[in-house]
């Protein structure tokens, strides 16, 4: 699944990513 759907596996993990930092910017 992974292989096969890995543009949509990595722009799913880049917005996970994102959200990440931005939770981590609001809290500093």
Excluded: A
């Amino acid at each position: 699944m992974k292989v096969v759907n890995g543009g949509f596996w990595v722009l799913e993990e880049m917005k996970k990513m994102k959200v990440k930092e931005e939770e981590e910017f609001r809290w500093l």
